[in-house]
């Protein structure tokens, strides 16, 4: 069973700091991974899908990079900005089935 | 233009009631899903339909039972509610199973009391 691991929890930053989040799943077996955005007393929102054939995924400031024998992912978001806090979920999508796995998110905090 | 929209955003309800949910989608997408997020955050997936044909069902009380009148709609009806469905659920759809990005819908928030 699939499961995906994110740390930290919680990361507050001031703003201009670079970010970087981490993911780690167990079973390197995978279709894709996925990072989304969610925000409070929101949906997800996608922002970067990297194919398992992938190392990385680049749009704007975001970054994300893909392990897969190791099985790990890293977003790093570059020079952060208060409107960048929310929390950020890792989803992988497995090659044995249809089921994406969440991790429970690392929170996020950019301190004006 | 709304991508994927749920009715209805908040449900406050009896222990017992029997409630639904509905989901639509505008993006002409072949797959839907039913995710629930409970308190820790946590989202696990409930159902997945591809073409109207129910894939995944995961191991959720048969209570919930999903309904998919056409691709473009997937209703959730919740039978003889219980405290612990108080969640967060997520309705979301994808051009195919997995391999393309997701899309959630606002979500509903279920409170059962």
């Keep these: ?112 | 233009d709304t991508a994927v929209s749920q009715t209805p955003k908040y449900l406050v309800t009896q222990m017992g009631n029997d409630k639904s949910i509905k989901c639509e989608q505008n993006l002409g997408h072949d797959t839907m899903y039913w995710y629930k997020q409970d308190s820790k955050k946590f989202l696990k997936i409930m159902f997945s339909y591809n073409n109207k044909e129910l894939i995944i069902n995961e191991t959720v009380p048969n209570r919930f039972s999903p309904k998919s009148p056409d691709k473009a709609h997937l209703n959730l009806h919740i039978n003889s509610l219980e405290l612990g469905d108080s969640a967060v659920y997520f309705c979301a759809s994808s051009q195919d199973l997995v391999q393309e990005t997701q899309y959630f819908g606002p979500g509903t928030r279920l409170l059962v009391l």
């Design chain 1, 1 to 112: 069973k699939q499961e995906v691991t994110q740390i930290p929890a919680a990361l507050s930053v001031p703003e201009g700091e670079n970010l970087v989040l981490n993911c780690s799943f167990t079973d390197s077996a995978i279709y894709n991974l996925q990072w989304f955005r969610q925000d409070p007393g929101k949906g997800l929102t996608s922002l970067l899908l990297i194919q398992s054939s992938q190392r990385e995924q680049t749009s704007g400031r975001l970054n994300a990079s893909l392990d897969k024998s190791s099985g790990r992912s890293t977003l790093y978001i570059a020079a952060s900005q208060p409107g960048d806090s929310a929390t950020y979920l890792c989803a992988v999508g497995p090659s044995n089935d249809y089921k994406l796995s969440f991790g429970a998110g690392t929170t996020v905090t950019v301190r004006a």
